[in-house]
């Protein structure tokens, strides 16, 4: 009998896949990072001729180290929110998905472990059918497509004959057990800090924002961000006066998705609203955007504008209701793809 009949059989890789994050809070280590996100095409459709310049000659020169100190506002012993919270998901899923006999690892789109590192380490485990999960709830082509687009380059590097088959969940932004974690988060959060008042306070739910064009081209993400956003809040069981949704992380001159969440904080404060509470239900993980632009700019900002208070309602992180949605989002995907 050969060696070859001692091969273990194929296994099935599950590979988590967040937007990326700096390898410190340091401006060369942000520039690293903001060069390779800044110039995905995906990322900024501009053409390269007329943004080339502008990204290498102002960009990179004077945003790295403002970037830097906004990320050591939040940087946590262990290193990057983003990163530090994907790990530990990865890692929760594999215990979780133990019994099913799969292999998980987890990847940045920009900066490391990158995609190509994790997809060659599930090959050496074994792995010649890949499931790729975006950890996007919402899909847009800035950040799903581009996801596809970085597993598509890695697979098209490896030599003939040893590609793995793969398939990617292109969404969840109405998935049940999705839903239902961001709403017991909310409940947790006011049952730890109390319930809102219907007259006097507001619930935001915070996406990030894209540009007006996405929309008016096709994209899905301005639609599924409205359809997560009535679900939550028919989970949660609240009023159209309780709740808003809004859009943060405006960039350039460009118009974006609105409400944007600064000016719709920013009329509260004038209001006088006394209390708002913030959920980002297209992040999974804290990081950036929402630690530090909601939790402490944002923060600032509403007090600033006339308002009262301001609470940032952590991301679903490690929660175990979290962590099981996904492994049953990972199951319902590779059994439909079975059948």
Known sequence: MSSSSFAPPPRTGVLLVNLGTPDAPTPPAVRRYLKEFLSDSRVVEIPRLIWWPILNGIILNTRPAKSAEKYRSIWMPEGSPLRVHTERQAKLLTAELDQDGLEVGWAMRYGSPSVAEILSQLQVRGCRRLLIVPLYPQYADSTTASVDDAVNAAVSRLPPGTAPDFSLIRDFHADPGYIAALAASVREHWSARGTLDRQHDRLLMSFHGLPRYTLERGDPYHDQCHATARLLARSLGLEPDQWQLAFQSRFGRAKWLEPYTAVTLAEWGKRGIRRVDVV??????????????????????????????????????????????LAELVRARLASAAA
């Open 280 to 325: 980002c239900p297209g992040f999974v993980s804290d990081c950036l955007e929402t630690l530090e632009e909601i939790g402490l700019e944002a923060r600032k900002d509403f007090v600033a504008a006339g308002g009262g208070e301001l609470q940032l309602i952590s991301c679903l992180n490690e929660r175990p209701d979290w962590i099981a949605a």
